[in-house]
Structures are given as C-alpha cells and as structure tokens.
C-alpha cells in the first residue's frame, strides 16, 4: 500500500478521522493524500473570485488540522480540488494509484438518523477505489478479527481483494467468512473464491433477508473489529446507497468497515 486519501469536512469529527488515516499509513509507511470534502466548486455561488478565497481558507484549515496532528508533513500532502470531489478523486487514481479512501461516516452533515452521509456515499457508489469507513469516535488500531460478509463469493478481479490481503498480513488477523443466503439465493454463490477460502479460519452462513442481517445474527457471537463487504453494480449495499446517503435504520457498523469494490 502506497497511496492513501483522506477527504475532510467540516464535521467536528474531521480532525479524529484524519488522526486515524494518518496512523493508518504510519503503520504501512505510505503517503497520504488530504482533499477538501467541501470543495469551494460546490458552494451555491459561482462567483470565481469568491471561490478563490473559499478554497484558500479550506487549504488553511486543513493545514491547521494537519499541524496538530503530525510533524511529518512530508509523508501528508494538500490536494486542491481541481473538479467536484468524485472527478478529483478519479483523476487522482489515474495519476497516482490510489490504493484506500479513508472517511467518516458524516463528512459535512449533522442529521444523527445519517450512517454515511453523501461524501461517503458518493465516493462509495462512484469510484473503484476501496474505502474505509472509519469510526467517529475511535482511534486507529490493527484489526485482529475481521468478518467478510457477502451473499456471493464471486470475485471479479484479483485486485479486488488486494486491500484485505494487505490488512490481514499486516495486522496478523483472523478472517472469518460470513456467506448470507438471502432470497433468490442461487448455485452459483457457492463458487467461492480460492484464495479467500485459503486465508479464512471459519465459513459461517446464514438465511436472511438482507447481508446486513445476516451480520446483526453473527455479529455478537464472533465479536469482529473489522466489517469487510463488497460494494457490487447490482445488490443490496447498491440498491441502499442509490441516494448517496444511508440511514443508520438501514444499516449502522461503529467498527472499522472496509468496502471492497468487485464489479459485477
């Protein structure tokens, strides 16, 4: 792992998640990329030279942030927003190779009925690069028990699971598999991948209507720190980001969740 990006808001909670991505690629010894997840191209104005002195004091209060937190600002470097959000996120995986987005939950909202708000929504459900939710109030930490939750185990491309492999190595942690058969479950879910099979300590299933479920039906007997699922074209964890925002009613982790991207 190489490359990290860290887009920051305006939540009070800003400062905690990038503290976390920061010890995150201290731990990797990889370069993190901090980005403005209130860009000044998406206020209501379009008055350029207002946007200007926006984007000036939002690369200010980043650096600030940053300044308290580490005095390795070689390894911390200050992207500006040369698009929207999701179309720098997209130029930068271009040039760069980005290899983890790391956010909040809530970037910029204040709705407490919110589990991912819309910045973690869109960079979900609009890039192929893997993200981490990381929690609102916790530090980093490596994960020793990590649960894979999918109801196929179908993986499309051997990069997809690049990330896992690279946490579950460095971090020396169990992984437990968690097949959930969901109505309309069919033959083919049971093609699983080799190589998760391989690396895995346990396979566990489950009947139930929804992945997320089936994850509230094991999750207290296996105690995980880390929520591994797969964000696919069409599914269930699709089908609840359509919006770009998910409500804790929905679905709600207060552990590290790491969405794989494996298209269909």
């Given at each position: 792992m190489q490359n990290i990006l860290v887009p920051i808001g305006v939540s009070k909670y800003a400062k905690t998640t990038l503290s976390y991505a920061i010890d995150l690629a201290a731990h990797f010894k990889c370069n993190v990329y901090v980005i403005d997840a209130y860009p000044a191209h998406s206020s209501l104005t379009t008055l350029s030279n207002v946007n200007a002195r926006l984007e000036v004091e939002n690369v200010q209060r980043i650096k600030k942030m940053v300044a308290s937190i580490t005095t390795k600002k070689d390894k911390v470097k200050i992207v500006s927003s040369e698009q929207d959000l999701v179309?720098?996120?997209?130029?930068?995986?271009?040039?760069?190779?980005?290899?983890?987005?790391?956010t909040g939950p809530l970037n910029n909202e204040i709705n407490e009925a919110v589990f991912l708000g819309k910045i973690a929504g869109s960079m979900i459900k609009r890039t192929q690069v893997p993200v981490i939710i990381a929690p609102l109030d916790k530090t980093f930490k490596p994960s020793k028990k990590m649960l894979?939750?999918?109801?196929?185990?179908?993986?499309k491309s051997s990069n997809t699971l690049r990330v896992l492999i690279d946490f579950q190595d460095s971090f020396m942690a169990s992984l437990k598999l968690l097949l959930v058969k969901v109505p309309g479950f069919a033959n083919r879910n049971h093609q699983l991948n080799d190589e998760l099979m391989q690396r895995s300590d346990q396979m566990l299933f489950s009947e139930n209507a929804t992945v997320y479920q089936g994850v509230l039906e094991h999750f207290q007997a296996n105690q995980p720190n880390m929520l591994v699922v797969f964000k696919r074209e069409r599914g269930f964890f699709e089908k609840l980001w359509e919006t770009d925002i998910v409500f804790k009613k929905d679905f709600y982790c207060t552990i590290p969740l790491l969405i794989l991207k494996n298209k269909d």
């Open positions: 179309g720098t996120i997209r130029k930068l995986d271009q040039d760069l190779g980005l290899d983890l987005i790391v894979l939750a999918f109801k196929t185990g179908e993986v």
